[in-house]
Each structure stands twice: as C-alpha cells, then as structure tokens.
C-alpha cells in the first residue's frame, strides 16, 4: 500500500513562498506521473500542477508561472516550491498520482493571509 505524506505548508503573507513536499512510499513512485491538488473550504479539489515520471511539467492556468513542480525519484518525494502566493491559493494541498487512485494523504494546510 503506498502512502504519500505532504509537508511544507504553513501560514505567509500575499507575496510570500513557500515550498511542499510529498514523500512516497513504494517502488513505482519513480514510473509514475505524479501531481499535487488542492482543496479550498467549500470547494472541489482542483489540479494545481502534474509532472511525467521523466519530469515533463504541466500546471493550472492560475499557477503557470508562480508554482514550480519538480521530483526526485531517488528520494521518491516530490515538491511544489511556490512564489507571489496570493489569498486564493490557501486550501489543504496534497499529492496523487494522476489517476487519484492512490489513498490520500492528510494533505498539508497553506494559508496565504495578511
């Protein structure tokens, strides 16, 4: 049964960074398309950004240019560093593979707040 635990969230001003990680266990993390999502209060969970197990990025039109996906199959753990955050990005963000048929994590909280 793979897991994937995220961490990296915390509480940042408009403007801010911050950086999330998702660690996976299980061998095929590394041949396996992997994404980060989230989920706002009162709202579905949406994809924010998704990278091909060779490393191909593809993301949200609301992220292009401020999220930045990346992996390291060694380490099978996947980030998400984050720039100019704006309010609207705060929600729980976790990480799947592409098919969301991997158990979820417990996610890890973003808020963006003044």
């Known amino acids: 049964q793979v897991q994937l635990v995220e961490s990296g969230g915390d509480l940042v001003q408009p403007g801010g960074s911050l950086r999330l990680s998702c660690a996976a266990s299980g061998s095929r993390f590394s041949i396996s398309a992997m994404a980060w999502y989230r989920q706002a209060p009162g709202k579905e969970r949406e994809l924010v950004a998704a990278?091909?197990?060779?490393?191909?990025?593809s993301y949200a039109d609301s992220t292009e240019g401020r999220f930045t996906i990346s992996r390291d199959n060694a380490k099978r753990t996947m980030y998400l560093q984050m720039i100019s955050l704006k309010p609207e990005d705060t929600a729980v963000y976790y990480c799947n593979n592409v098919f969301q048929n991997l158990s979820w994590g417990q996610g890890t909280q973003v808020t963006v707040s003044s």
């Open positions: 990278i091909t197990a060779g490393g191909r990025a």
